[in-house]
């Protein structure tokens, strides 16, 4: 069993940034594909970004491309998400999630890990 837990999140005005972190216990993480999603109030769960395991191939949505950073520590066990020029609509909680493909995968139904969620507050 795969355990998550997010860090990182807080309070930011326009324009600021944010790293948000993703430990993970149980097992390796390098085993695993990572991926981070958001939610915002009465919405659905959004992708955001994955990193492809063994190759660290990444892939981002297109709301944050050129924004958002998606990395990988496997000597640290620890998933990052390095959110710049952050947005009033970037607010949400943040979640990383895992799955064992070696693909990109933007569906929230295809991961099988998640861990509790990180509120990011950006104001205007």
């Known amino acids: 069993q795969e355990h998550l837990v997010e860090s990182g999140g807080g309070l930011v005005q326009a324009g600021g940034s944010l790293r948000l972190s993703c430990a993970a216990s149980?097992?390796?993480?390098?085993?695993?594909?990572m991926g981070w999603f958001r939610q915002a109030p009465g919405k659905e769960r959004e992708f955001v970004a994955t990193?492809?395991?063994?190759?660290?191939?990444?892939y981002y949505a297109a709301s944050i491309k050129g924004r958002f950073t998606i990395s990988r520590d496997n000597a640290e066990n620890t998933l990052y998400l390095q959110m710049n020029s952050l947005k009033p609509e970037d607010t949400a909680v943040y979640f990383c999630?895992?799955?064992?493909?070696?693909?990109?995968?933007?569906?929230?139904?295809?991961?099988?890990?998640w861990g509790q969620g990180t509120q990011v507050t950006v104001s205007s």
């Open positions: 999630a895992a799955h064992n493909g070696d693909v990109a995968i933007t569906a929230v139904g295809a991961y099988d890990y």
């Open positions: 149980g097992r390796t993480l390098s085993r695993y594909s």
């Open positions: 990193i492809i395991r063994y190759s660290s191939t990444t």
